[in-house]
């Protein structure tokens, strides 16, 4: 991806996405009231409401995830020898980490905690770490250093894995992991990544020919949809936009074709 498409795309989300929108119509319903536009400023703010009550209140985030979450099960048992396990980044916080000196992990960190437990096991196999930094604004803060400090501070011998420190996004991850490990047509490796996230990375990897092992982690939902109303909290609409987000990168990537289906799937 160039850079300035990864900037448009970046600024876009940032905007468009509902935890940004909705307040910002909020704001603009409220600067109305201001401006002597009562009749049109009410509307933005009777609608903008709305939707933050039912985002925040509704299982919208669980209607949205089950899907993901549900697409690939978890392979147990693993094969017997695997050829290579490979991490994706984004369980990390960097900026924290390189500031305060300490490792910063988001509610993700079952992507590492995971990759640890398969390193120990098959430590005959090689393994990978795709993941830099997604932020246009923290470019020098990357993943892989938080990473790397991690896996030290869990005993594994960082020397024996392959970091990629330059990907900015998933279809950089598959792309600089294969340049990085060129692996052979019928060798087994192990992706590990987010479970909600899983479909749109299987497609990008079979994509580009290289058939991976689906390991899902980082569960958000209990795999049944719970019909229950919660209280409101602001935090539920960003969980909502995060899943909004990951249903638009399928379709994204799909229509540029660098995923293999609209909706990738067990082989």
Known sequence: MDNT?????????????????????????????????????????????????LFSSLPIYEI????????????EPLPEKLDGIIVLGGAEIPKLTKLRGQISLTNSAERLTTFVSLARKYSDAKFVYAGGQG?????????????????????????????????RNTQENAENALKLVHPEKGEQWVLITSAWHMPRSVGI???LNWQVIPYPVDFKTTGELEMDIKLPRFSTIGSVSNAIYEWIGLFYYWLLGRTSELFPGPL
């Open 5 to 53: 498409t990864w900037v448009i795309s970046k600024i876009f989300w940032l905007l468009a996405s509902p935890n940004t929108s909705i307040f910002l119509v909020l704001l603009a319903g409220v600067g109305l009231l201001f401006l002597s536009r009562e009749k049109l400023g009410k509307k933005l703010i009777v609608a903008s409401t709305a939707l933050i009550l």
């Open 64 to 75: 949205l995830l089950l899907p993901l979450e549900n697409r690939f099960p978890i392979p």
């Open 135 to 167: 932020a246009i604004t923290a470019q020098k803060y990357k993943s892989a250093a938080t990473a790397r400090l991690f896996f030290e501070q869990m005993g594994l011998d960082t020397s024996h894995i392959i970091f990629d420190s330059q990907s």
């Open 205 to 207: 990897f079979r994509k």
